[in-house]
């Protein structure tokens, strides 16, 4: 079954198109040449979240709703060459998607290293700016492979994701100073759409995963009436009580249902073992 959200304060008209997103790059009549930059990039965001509050929950894997963000974003913010997205799962960190080799293999360089822009947004879920690799004092080493691949910036911008999950959205131009201009606020505001769109794909998809552990689960009633039977007895509630504090163990240890049960039963065997003991 499939879900269909829209991004928060998105106003559209009655034909679903965002009012003044014409296309990228579309000029607002009767604005000052100077300002015109600006809005072009406006209008770029809005397209950004207009698609991204469009997807439809359940047609799209987690890594491919990763590669439509970092797509988007690519053809979304001017000056960037190459974009990542990086998901850290307590001490690891993945590269999800990105939209050529230049960013995956930086990105590799800073997981072997354990250091750099794209781990430090992550961790500490701030945006960090690199206006120039010849000149950033941080993470020398990185920096200096950065400008021998011809990289010259880089923008990572958090995102917090579900599950005790942290990422970033990385942007990597090869011109310096790109993201000091109204690029910088676009990717921000693209990333906090794009943390809403993985946030709702993740939890989706744990959901989904968990509805078809409890169906698995009924496969093997001796055990799951086994568990329940022993919280019933331990908590004196319903049934049905005693499946959902099954299920909220399951999501909260990230182990399958079936599992959980079977520690469960496994657990209420040895004290009774244990019982049997003390009492020779």
């Not at 439809?56 to 990763?66: I, S």
């Not at 080799?101 to 250091?115: C, I, K």
């Not at 505001?189 to 709702?200: G, K, P």
Request: with cysteine; net charge neutral; charged share 20%.
């Amino acid at each position: 079954m499939s879900t269909r959200f829209s991004s928060p304060n998105t106003p559209m008209n009655d034909l679903g198109a965002v009012p003044g997103a014409g296309g990228l790059g579309a000029d607002v009549p009767g604005t000052p040449g100077d300002a015109a930059p600006l809005h072009r990039e406006l209008g770029a965001q809005l397209m950004a979240v207009h698609e991204l509050g469009y997807l439809v929950l359940g047609e799209m894997a987690v890594e491919q709703v990763c590669a439509r963000v970092a797509r988007l974003a690519h053809d979304t913010i001017a000056g960037v060459d190459e974009v990542s997205v990086t998901v850290l799962r307590g001490s690891c960190a993945d590269t999800m998607a990105a939209t050529g080799p230049l960013a995956a293999g930086l990105e590799e360089y800073q997981y072997a290293a354990d250091s750099g822009p794209c781990l430090h947004a992550a961790r500490h879920r701030e945006t960090v700016l690199v206006a120039d690799m010849r000149t950033e004092p941080r993470w020398p080493a990185y920096t200096a492979r950065a400008v021998h691949a011809g990289v010259f910036g880089s923008l990572s911008v958090p995102l917090t994701l579900p599950q005790g999950s942290w990422g970033a959205l990385n942007l990597y131009t090869r011109k310096p100073s790109t993201f000091a201009g109204p690029g910088h606020q676009v990717a921000v505001h693209v990333a906090e759409y794009a943390a809403i769109t993985l946030t709702n794909t993740t939890l989706y998809a744990a959901t989904t995963r968990l509805a078809e552990q409890c169906k698995q689960a009924m496969t093997s009633p001796a055990v799951m009436e086994q568990a329940t039977g022993i919280i019933i007895g331990e908590r004196r509630c319903r049934p049905d009580d005693a499946l959902a504090i099954l299920a909220q163990a399951s999501r909260d240890t990230h182990r399958k249902l079936r599992e959980v049960a079977v520690a469960l039963v496994a657990q209420a065997h040895r004290r009774h073992h244990q019982q049997i003991v003390r009492t020779r």
